[in-house]
């Protein structure tokens, strides 16, 4: 799998907030916070997660700036999806 936020981080700031839609610095806030409500939600263990925290940062807001379809993410992010009903 190709690790999205390894290739964001030797982004210079200007280009990574044009690729991103967010400053590098809201997104490092951003990322604090989920890691907090990560670690709260999870105390008790859960299922094990696909992508890394970051990762799942940066397909949220590409999903966001970008409205791509949920195929598309799951391909980007190499993400298993649902078989289809039909």
Not at 56 to 74: E, G, K, S, V
């Amino acid at each position: 799998m190709a690790d999205i936020y390894a290739k964001t981080s030797s982004l210079n700031d200007s280009l990574f907030k044009q690729l991103i839609g967010v400053k590098r610095s809201t997104f490092t806030h951003m990322l604090e916070i989920l890691n907090k409500a990560y670690q709260a939600e999870h105390l008790t263990g859960g299922r094990p997660r696909c992508l890394s925290l970051e990762n799942q940062l940066l397909l949220t807001l590409r999903y966001w700036r970008h409205y791509p379809t949920q195929r598309l993410i799951a391909f980007d992010f190499d993400v298993p999806q649902e078989p289809s009903l039909g």
